[in-house]
């Protein structure tokens, strides 16, 4: 035999022991059965392994928002907070950076504040004190004005404080309150979206 005629011999014995179509049919059809149970088991339980996961989180966020709702202070312990806050700086502070006489003068010179300094409520009772000065400052973390005032019947240095009521101090809103602290008296109120403090 020559080269070629093995070469067609080993063509024909491959070509002969191919599969029917009928097998071909079959082995797809099986393999396609496979694949779609296969692929619904997966879709069925990938949420088996992620519940306990799911539940945990759920544990950890009901605690979580339990336990802050236990931490904030009630409106109460929030007006003492600011009241000792702003109690402190009133003295802790005598040196002022704006020398002003008027509510004007120091609007004028606090030029970056957000905010207008003058009183639209309760001037009776603010045109007892004279302006002596005013400063930057913050108060819960929000740009307020510390104005130097002297109570103009005794003499006594006092400290007013103007902040817009946002953020935190937002749960001050529509609430007139007088606390006392140790050393110091605090008057609090709101004026048009503005908390006014005056210790003595």
Request: aromatic share 8%.
């Amino acid at each position: 035999m020559n080269e070629q005629e093995i070469d067609k011999h080993v063509r024909d014995l491959f070509l002969s022991q191919k599969l029917s179509a009928e097998k071909v049919q079959n082995i797809l059809d099986e393999s396609r059965t496979q694949a779609r149970s296969t692929t619904s088991a997966r879709n069925n339980t990938w949420w088996k392994y992620w519940m306990p996961v799911a539940a945990a989180a759920a544990v950890v966020m009901a605690l979580s928002f339990q336990l802050a709702r236990n931490q904030s202070p009630s409106q109460e312990e929030f007006y003492f907070d600011v009241a000792g806050e702003i109690a402190m700086r009133h003295n802790a502070y005598s040196n002022f950076d704006v020398k002003a006489a008027t509510f004007d003068g120091v609007q004028n010179e606090l030029e970056d504040l957000g905010f207008s300094v003058t009183p639209l409520m309760k001037q009776k009772i603010l045109s007892a004190y004279e302006v002596l000065g005013a400063r930057y400052c913050q108060l819960q973390g929000q740009q307020a004005a510390h104005v130097q005032v002297r109570n103009r019947s005794t003499g006594a240095l006092c400290t007013l404080y103007i902040a817009a009521l946002k953020g935190p101090l937002s749960a001050l809103k529509s609430a007139d309150r007088s606390v006392d602290l140790e050393a110091n008296h605090v008057d609090l109120w709101e004026d048009s979206d503005r908390l006014f403090a005056l210790v003595d």
